[in-house]
């Protein structure tokens, strides 16, 4: 079974911090995907990767930043968090289909 | 562009009513996937089915069929006998840069 972990299911941060949401996948994928999820938006895409090191901007990538050094590791970064990034994000791997972690709710306030 | 649009917010029905959930896309591809996501309310998100470009038959499984129109841009699911444990989010999704709709949120009624 394809596991995809992300490495906090809610998290609370401050307005201003620099915040790192971390996905990691155990079944050697090259694609990687970050989403936030909100209540009548379903899931937007952020960022995602094709590759290592490799990165392409989604539908809503500003206020965010990714990181993709190693293949199974994919992490998404808040340079300077704010309110309006108070959300679902949900990071899934692989492509036709995708897996998705169980999400981290995150909470900037 | 790729862009995925469900058009229904939320439906309600009681128990074994058949249902259908809408998806319209929109995309310049010549080949793509088509995909269906249930949500229940656990928050996990589960694959129902990918339906490639080329191929327009109709896929039943159990309860569930979905009927994909190339000619409407349209790949909606159909809910057959409805039950309780259907109540979820439904999300349509389109390759290759795997856009979603805003998702269905049905709920069944005993």
């Known amino acids: 079974d394809v596991k995809v972990t992300q490495s906090s299911r809610y998290l609370v941060k401050r307005t201003g911090e620099k915040v790192f949401l971390e996905c990691v996948q155990d079944?050697?994928?090259?694609?990687m995907f970050w989403y936030r999820q909100d209540p009548g938006l379903g899931l937007r895409l952020i960022y995602f990767?094709?590759?290592?090191?490799?990165?392409e901007k989604g539908d809503i990538p500003e206020g965010y930043s990714v990181s993709r050094e190693k293949k199974e590791r994919f992490s998404l970064i808040l340079e300077s968090a704010s309110t309006n990034q108070t959300s679902m994000y949900l990071c899934?791997?692989?492509?036709?289909?995708?897996?998705f972690g169980d999400g981290t709710r995150l909470s900037i306030l | 562009a790729q862009k995925v649009t469900q058009a229904q917010t939320e439906i309600s029905v009681v128990e074994k009513e058949d249902v259908t959930l809408d998806c319209v896309y929109e995309?310049?591809?010549?080949?793509?996937?088509l995909f269906w996501y249930k949500q229940p309310p656990s928050g996990e998100l589960v694959f129902l089915i990918r339906?490639?470009?080329?191929?327009?038959q109709n896929e039943i499984s159990g309860r569930y069929s979905w009927n994909f129109q190339k000619s409407t841009s349209s790949f909606n699911f159909t809910i057959t006998a409805s039950q309780v444990v259907d109540s979820a989010v439904y999300f349509c999704?389109?390759?290759?840069?795997?856009?979603f709709g805003a998702g269905t949120r049905l709920t069944v009624k005993p």
């Open positions: 899934a791997s692989n492509k036709q289909p995708q897996h």
């Open positions: 079944m050697d994928h090259e694609n």
């Open positions: 990767s094709y590759d290592v090191k490799m990165k």
């Open positions: 995309t310049r591809d010549t080949t793509y996937y």
């Open positions: 339906r490639n470009s080329f191929d327009e």
């Open positions: 999704a389109l390759s290759h840069d795997m856009r």
